[in-house]
């Protein structure tokens, strides 16, 4: 059975005082039925970790694919590691369209994460064009295959699907279309890894996920938890998305 897992990513948001909510999220879930990660600002990754305890855990938002080296402002995964974080976010949208990175770009950095011992939550996603022109299962089955690399395992690698177009803006792919991707993603890590790796690895569903919705998207097969943004910054926004998540 895949464990289940809550991902929040608090993206450019938060200092020293946020780290109260992290309290309170362990607070309400001192023995959790499922995973949790919280990936914070790297400013704040080594104090959420000492807060986070071991109900929680944490992870970085990005990571360089060399393991050191003169990469003015940028963040290896090994100092991700060293920093107490267990995963690491690649490939999100956000990155992707904002700092031009490509499959190749997400493809090493995860390598470059997996050799430091970290999860790689590797997001694919659509925009709103793509899924106009029907194009979403070609344009995931391109991301898929360009930003995961051949060393992956269920214990080191989590795919997110994120429809571009629903993050962060209210809107939300019917449960059938939800399903139809998170299906295509299985498939085809079936058919790549083979059965054994590509059943252990943990699909979340990503996109303005939100405590009145969680319950239904849920219970969607092929959906085994979700990475959350916005709804991730405050205690209770979070908590009830994990206690939907513990009921599925």
Same mark, same amino acid.
């Given at each position: 059975?895949?464990?289940? #897992?809550?991902?929040?990513?608090?993206?450019?948001?938060?200092?020293?005082?946020? #780290?109260? &909510?992290?309290? %309170?999220?362990?607070?309400?879930?001192?023995?959790?039925?499922?995973?949790?990660?919280?990936?914070?600002? /790297?400013?704040?990754?080594?104090?959420?970790?000492?807060? /986070?305890?071991? !109900?929680?855990?944490?992870?970085?938002?990005?990571?360089? !694919?060399? !393991?050191?080296? %003169?990469?003015?402002?940028?963040?290896?995964?090994?100092?991700?590691?060293?920093?107490? %974080?267990?995963?690491?976010?690649?490939?999100?949208?956000?990155?992707? &369209?904002?700092?031009?990175? +490509?499959?190749?770009?997400?493809?090493?950095?995860?390598?470059? %994460?997996?050799?430091?011992?970290?999860?790689?939550?590797?997001?694919?996603?659509?925009?709103?064009?793509?899924? =106009?022109?029907?194009?979403?299962?070609?344009?995931?089955?391109?991301?898929?295959? +360009?930003?995961?690399?051949?060393?992956?395992?269920? =214990? *080191?690698?989590?795919?997110?699907?994120?429809?571009?177009?629903?993050?962060?803006?209210?809107?939300?792919?019917?449960?059938?279309?939800?399903?139809?991707?998170?299906?295509?993603?299985?498939?085809?890590?079936?058919?790549?890894?083979? &059965?054994?790796?590509?059943?252990?690895?943990? #699909?979340?569903?990503? +996109?303005?996920?939100?405590?009145?919705?969680?319950? &239904?998207?849920?219970?969607?097969? *092929?959906?085994?938890?979700?990475?959350?943004?916005?709804?991730? #910054?405050?205690?209770?926004?979070?908590?009830?998305?994990?206690?939907?998540?513990?009921? !599925?």
């Amino acid at each position: 059975m895949r464990r289940k #897992l809550a991902a929040g990513n608090w993206k450019m948001n938060g200092t020293g005082a946020a #780290l109260a &909510e992290l309290e %309170a999220l362990a607070a309400a879930h001192p023995a959790p039925a499922v995973d949790i990660l919280i990936c914070p600002p /790297a400013t704040l990754l080594h104090r959420a970790a000492q807060v /986070a305890g071991d !109900a929680i855990a944490v992870g970085g938002q990005d990571c360089h !694919a060399n !393991a050191s080296g %003169a990469h003015t402002g940028d963040t290896s995964a090994e100092m991700l590691r060293d920093a107490g %974080a267990t995963a690491v976010i690649l490939g999100h949208s956000e990155r992707r &369209e904002d700092h031009d990175e +490509g499959n190749d770009d997400v493809r090493a950095k995860a390598r470059a %994460a997996m050799e430091a011992g970290l999860i790689a939550v590797i997001c694919v996603g659509e925009s709103l064009e793509q899924r =106009e022109a029907a194009n979403t299962l070609d344009i995931i089955a391109g991301q898929m295959s +360009g930003s995961i690399p051949d060393q992956c395992t269920g =214990e *080191n690698l989590v795919v997110a699907y994120e429809p571009i177009w629903a993050i962060g803006t209210g809107k939300v792919p019917t449960l059938e279309q939800i399903g139809e991707v998170h299906d295509f993603i299985r498939t085809r890590l079936e058919r790549r890894f083979g &059965e054994g790796v590509g059943r252990s690895v943990r #699909l979340l569903y990503g +996109g303005s996920v939100k405590p009145g919705n969680a319950a &239904e998207i849920f219970g969607v097969p *092929n959906v085994d938890g979700a990475l959350v943004g916005g709804a991730s #910054l405050k205690a209770d926004g979070f908590s009830p998305i994990i206690t939907a998540l513990e009921s !599925a």
